[in-house]
């Protein structure tokens, strides 16, 4: 079964840090990029980073670029994403994300909250 579990949301306060993680099951993780999006309350589900499959290559949105950090493992078929020096705009929904065999396979999302 193919699937995508995300992990490790939460509140944090402003400034604080937090490490979301993506477990995958059901595909051969290493050969496809992996993607984090995220959603908040009355928005569109935006792009967040992307890690290649190799792990060559990463690209981040201007909004997270410097604070946030996407990285994987391939041995345990995780995908992480350390987001550090959080604000109240980073509030929302965040998705793992890949394309597998021309279709999108998301996660079930995890709630990050930022608040003082």
């Known amino acids: 079964q193919v699937q995508l579990v995300e992990s490790g949301g939460g509140l944090v306060q402003p400034g604080g840090s937090l490490t979301l993680s993506c477990a995958a099951s059901?595909?051969?993780?290493?050969?496809?990029?992996m993607n984090w999006y995220r959603q908040a309350p009355g928005k569109e589900r935006e792009w967040v980073a992307t890690?290649?499959?190799?792990?060559?290559?990463?690209n981040y949105a201007d909004s997270v670029k410097g604070r946030f950090t996407i990285s994987r493992d391939n041995v345990k078929n995780t995908v992480y994403l350390q987001m550090n020096s959080l604000k109240p705009e980073d509030t929302a929904v965040y998705y793992c994300?890949?394309?597998?065999?021309?279709?999108?396979?998301w996660g079930q999302g995890t709630q990050v909250t930022v608040s003082s």
């Open positions: 994300n890949t394309r597998r065999l021309g279709r999108d396979v």
């Open positions: 059901g595909m051969a993780f290493s050969m496809l990029s």
């Open positions: 890690k290649s499959s190799a792990g060559g290559s990463t």
